[in-house]
């Protein structure tokens, strides 16, 4: 069974930083494009980071381009999404995603198979 388990989360003051993980298991991710989204209340959940299979290629959202930066250890089978000068409208419950096919790629949810049960990024106003 895969399973997704983010943590890191938590409430920080605006400017400040956090660093979320996504520990997966149940299968390697090695050769599996992996994401970060985030939905805030009342609102959709959104495309925040992507990176390929070899963390070679990164996407981001243009609301946290210059800000975030995710990245990955294939060995540990992790994701990783540091979270740098924290707005109030970063405050939403953060998800890690596994793509369902190798090498695919994109800021879809769909190319998104495996998803973790989220943990709560609050930046107060």
């Known amino acids: 069974q895969v399973q997704l388990v983010e943590s890191g989360g938590g409430l920080v003051q605006a400017g400040g930083s956090l660093s979320l993980s996504c520990a997966a298991s149940g299968r390697s991710f090695s050769t599996y494009a992996m994401g970060w989204f985030r939905q805030a209340p009342g609102k959709e959940r959104e495309f925040v980071a992507a990176i390929n299979w070899a963390g070679s290629i990164t996407y981001y959202a243009d609301s946290v381009k210059g800000r975030f930066t995710i990245s990955r250890d294939n060995a540990k089978n992790t994701v990783y999404l540091q979270m740098n000068s924290l707005k109030f409208e970063d405050t939403a419950v953060y998800y890690c995603?596994?793509?369902?096919?190798?090498?695919?790629?994109?800021?879809?949810?769909?190319?998104?198979?495996?998803w973790g049960q989220g943990t709560q990024v609050t930046v107060p106003s």
């Open positions: 995603a596994g793509a369902g096919r190798p090498f695919s790629m994109g800021r879809n949810s769909l190319v998104y198979d495996y």
